[in-house]
């Protein structure tokens, strides 16, 4: 895969300026990584919303069952699905009105990235959200 999803400028804009990240995939399992990478980012003054079948409550932030039922405009749609799943998410997000979707690693579907960038939203695939932000305090 080419690096053309993993725009530094990009990446710092969406860590740095975003302030509402959905998680698509975020559940209740602290063992998990979205888990862990959305305690990461609201530890860092982002609002996180899960969105996960369950519905639950995830680290303070209501959950809701789909995209689509998120109240707000997502600044950065983060999904945490199995690549084979990760088209669906990325096609909600846009209709949802996203700014961006974000693919963490080893969450890898061109063709769903190539859509996104069609619509005007900004992508990032394959690459953690905890370690670029490491990276750029760097």
């Known amino acids: 895969m080419k690096d053309r999803f993993a725009d530094q400028d ?3 804009r969406l860590l740095g300026e975003s302030r509402t990240w ?7 399992d602290p063992t998990r990584t979205a888990f862990e990478q959305a ?9 996180i919303i899960p ?5 639950t409550a995830v680290l303070d932030e209501q959950g809701y069952a789909s995209l689509a039922e998120v109240p707000v405009k997502a600044d950065v749609v ?18 949802a009105g996203a700014g ?10 061109e063709a769903a990235a190539q859509r996104a960038l069609d619509a005007g939203l ?7 959200p905890g370690v670029e932000w490491a990276l750029r305090r760097s």
């Open 22 to 28: 959905v998680f698509v995939g975020l559940g209740g």
């Open 51 to 55: 969105v996960h079948p369950a519905a």
């Open 78 to 95: 983060g999904v945490y699905r199995r690549s084979e799943y990760a088209g669906q998410a990325v096609d909600e997000a846009i209709a």
């Open 100 to 109: 961006a979707v974000w693919l963490p690693l080893g969450v890898i579907d």
């Open 39 to 47: 305690r990461l980012l609201q530890a860092r003054g982002k609002r």
């Open 10 to 12: 990009v990446i710092r």
């Open 122 to 128: 900004d992508v990032v695939m394959n690459r953690c």
